[in-house]
């Protein structure tokens, strides 16, 4: 059976960079211990603006702003909603819920659910 993948895409400020990176350690052990097979997150360092479509213009990136491209792997889509059900429930990331204290801009986030099909 695939894997099943969420993906997320998160402008944010350079001098935040290193509060988000806090936040997502503690966020990664806490999807791991549900049962999350891997948790990545990613920063930009070669995703130019294209002539149509990019990254950068995606979340409408500002000065001073890093796009940061973040996945979850789960084993079916099943076990992705019952493991995302717990961590949403665990109190241990309500702290870390509360939009005026993300340090990034919550409204240009963007993220969907995809089944791999082909893993090599």
Not at 1 to 15: C, K, T
Not at 90 to 98: C, G, I, K, S, V
Not at 107 to 114: L, S
Request: charged share 30%; proline share 7%.
């Amino acid at each position: 059976m695939a894997n099943y993948v969420d993906g997320f895409v998160i402008p944010v400020p350079l001098d935040k960079l290193a509060d988000y990176k806090k936040i997502a350690r503690k966020a990664g052990k806490i999807w791991k211990e549900h049962g999350a097979l891997q948790y990545v997150e990613c920063v930009a360092d070669d995703a130019k603006p294209g002539k149509r479509t990019s990254f950068p213009q995606s979340v409408k990136l500002k000065e001073g702003e890093v796009v940061i491209f973040s996945f979850i792997v789960f084993p079916s889509r099943k076990e992705r909603d019952r493991i995302n059900k717990l961590v949403m429930s665990d109190p241990r990331l309500a702290e870390m819920m509360n939009p005026e204290a993300m340090p990034f801009d919550g409204k240009r986030m963007f993220w969907g659910g995809f089944k791999a099909f082909l893993e090599l």
